[in-house]
């Protein structure tokens, strides 16, 4: 059970870790699932206007710059570079074939070709190009795109498949799981592995089981359980006010999804696209002590989120676009999958010890937070009902507000360090800002303040 300090964090972030396993489970994603936490503790805050963004927020501009620079020679395109080496041409072999293995299709046959001057016969008389075996080919360096490349690479790592079997994934959320894959170096059954074998590591350190050593974490860096704190939709049953709640909730949709400032529209728009809408489930965000959480391209509220609504959309801006926009299309959490994977290959007895259902968000989570966090950063209040991206927001507001924990980007990155092999770090952190170089709602100002913190977090593991 948490400490002082975890009690401290808990309305953060606990509460979706308890309410991962149970919401949506009918989402064709059930794993994908981010249900997020969101602290009660800033409703009713006097309101502070926003001041809108043209003021630079506390950030050391020189010191990110070359950073910057250098990130931005990432890929921006959605192609990634495959090939390089050479292959021995065997019996069977042909140039389709080859190209087919070595870069996912066999259309890119040609580029073998002209990398092989002397090596290839010219067709003739209806036959194909000739290639001879025992000839080695050089396999040219060649840009294709990201149904090609997971093709090619899902060969030597089939738990890519599976991983991307679970989800639908569009292009950029091909890419980055390809990136984090490249970056790597390792196949996912090789991160799953590297994964659990530091479960192994850091329990032994301590001197106990991986199963505890995962359930110790999850009260560390998780926070323990706020389920059961509040009684306030208890009551208003109790009161016979249920109905008056249920129109209030469909009322403050509706005043969102039209009041709210374009830009917001907009991401709810998409994210209705996409098959996402606005749940109302008072007991179980209550129970659990959140505003907001979001699963896919839904949102589902409580009661103090159609509070803030009702009093002024704009102090649920952040908590939309972050739970909708930001968890919806952010996708399939690649941290998580090696996250779950690991734990499942534990004894079962190791794994009785802790809750799948925070493992997820324990050790996987923090990919799609900062993610959501740095969409959320532009719509960053005082008097938000949840927590917030950075210590200020794009006002240059401070967002401290006396709480302990309102980084919550920070936090993400630290609890990335404490939960995850330190040989997959930087492949999901590529991964993750390939994301986030290439998500043009993230303003200028979040990246710089992510790179800040990703120096100062991770700068003497990376
Ligand atoms: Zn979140």
């Not at 980007?409 to 170089?437: C, D, H, M, S, Y």
């Amino acid at each position: 059970m948490p400490g002082g300090v975890a009690q401290k964090r808990e309305t953060d972030r606990e509460p979706d870790v308890v309410a991962m396993p149970e919401a949506d489970a009918d989402q064709d994603a059930a794993d994908q699932q981010v249900a997020v936490r969101e602290s009660h503790e800033a409703i009713g805050r006097e309101e502070v206007p926003d001041e809108g963004r043209e003021e630079s927020p506390d950030v050391d501009e020189a010191a990110v710059s070359a950073e910057d620079e250098a990130a931005s020679k990432l890929q921006h395109d959605l192609t990634i570079e495959m090939g390089g080496g050479s292959h021995t041409v065997t019996k069977k072999d042909t140039l389709w074939e080859i190209s087919e293995a070595t870069y996912g299709h066999g259309k890119y046959w040609k580029k073998i070709r002209s990398a092989n001057p002397g090596k290839v016969s010219a067709r003739r008389n209806g036959h194909r190009d000739l290639i001879h075996t025992g000839d080695e080919l050089a396999l040219p360096l060649v840009k294709v795109g990201p149904r090609d490349a997971f093709e090619a690479m899902v060969v030597n790592d089939p738990a890519l498949r599976e991983f991307a079997d679970q989800f639908a994934m569009n292009d950029e959320q091909l890419m980055g799981m390809l990136q984090q894959a490249r970056s790597t170096g390792m196949t996912y059954a090789q991160m799953i592995d590297a994964q659990r074998q530091f479960y192994e590591a850091q329990a032994a350190e301590r001197g106990i089981s991986a199963g505890e050593y995962i359930a110790e974490m999850h009260g560390s860096i998780g926070g323990g359980t706020n389920a059961g704190k509040s009684t306030k939709w208890a009551e208003e049953v109790e009161n016979g006010r249920e109905a008056a709640w249920q129109a209030r909730f469909e009322a403050a949709e509706e005043k969102v999804r039209t009041q709210s400032r374009p830009d917001v529209r907009q991401a709810i728009e998409e994210a209705t696209a996409n098959g996402g809408v606005f749940k109302w489930n008072p007991s179980k965000l209550d129970a659990l002590g959140v505003v907001a959480m979001g699963s896919n391209w839904n949102i589902t509220v409580g009661m103090d989120w159609v509070e803030a609504a009702e009093d002024d959309v704009d102090r649920v801006a952040a908590s939309v676009m972050h739970e909708m926009f930001g968890h919806g299309a952010y996708g399939a959490v690649r941290a998580m999958f090696v996250a779950n994977e690991s734990f499942a290959q534990l004894d079962p007895e190791e794994q009785a010890k802790a809750n799948p259902a925070l493992v997820s968000l324990t050790f996987g989570y923090w990919e799609s937070e900062i993610f959501a966090e740095l969409i959320e950063f532009g719509h960053d209040r005082v008097d938000n009902p949840t927590d917030h991206a950075f210590g200020v927001n794009p006002s240059g507001e401070d967002m401290s507000d006396g709480k302990t924990q309102t980084h919550d980007v920070r936090k993400q990155l630290q609890e990335a360090k404490a939960g995850v092999a330190p040989t997959l770090l930087p492949g999901l952190l590529q991964g993750l800002w390939r994301r986030i170089q290439n998500e043009e709602r993230i303003q200028d100002e979040a990246r710089a303040m992510f790179l800040r913190d990703v120096r100062e977090v991770l700068g003497d593991v990376l």
